[in-house]
């Protein structure tokens, strides 16, 4: 926190560990969090809700469902916890946090478990 206010500063850790437990700053979790104009907002509900009735008629047609879901890992440490005053969490947009990845891709279903897998770190599709 101390290097965020005062860029220009330098200070002792040991000090500065002293002065942030003085004044109760703790490490605590920092929030991802995503931003959405609310036009997109009411679009990706409105999606949701068109794609939940779809599975619904899926499922009750006799079709079977397969769940896909990705994974992507990355080589880059991203620190979890921050320095920051007390009742506050610092966020930082995900956007900021784009890097080359390695995803995996698979699809499940009740009915036979694992269907699909896939890993790369570009897709062709």
């Given at each position: 926190m101390f290097h965020r206010v005062y860029p220009d500063k330098r200070i002792n850790p040991t000090l500065l560990s002293r002065v942030?437990?003085?004044?109760?700053?703790?490490?605590?979790?920092?929030?991802?969090?995503?931003?959405?104009?609310?036009?997109?907002?009411?679009q990706m509900q409105a999606w949701k809700e068109e794609?939940?009735?779809?599975?619904?008629?899926?499922?009750?047609?006799?079709?079977?469902?397969?769940?896909?879901?990705?994974?992507?890992?990355?080589?880059?440490?991203?620190?979890?916890?921050e320095y920051?005053?007390?009742?506050?969490?610092?966020?930082i947009q995900?956007?900021?946090?784009?890097?080359?990845?390695?995803a995996l891709l698979m699809g499940i279903s009740f009915e036979d478990g694992l269907e699909h897998s896939r890993s790369s770190t570009t897709w062709k599709i």
């Open positions: 942030y437990k003085m004044y109760k700053i703790w490490k605590r979790k920092i929030l991802f969090t995503k931003t959405y104009k609310p036009k997109k907002k009411k794609m939940a009735l779809k599975i619904k008629e899926c499922d009750s047609d006799g079709f079977k469902i397969v769940y896909i879901d990705e994974t992507m890992f990355t080589r880059k440490a991203i620190h979890t916890e920051c005053l007390p009742s506050q969490n610092i966020e995900q956007k900021a946090l784009n890097e080359t990845t390695k």
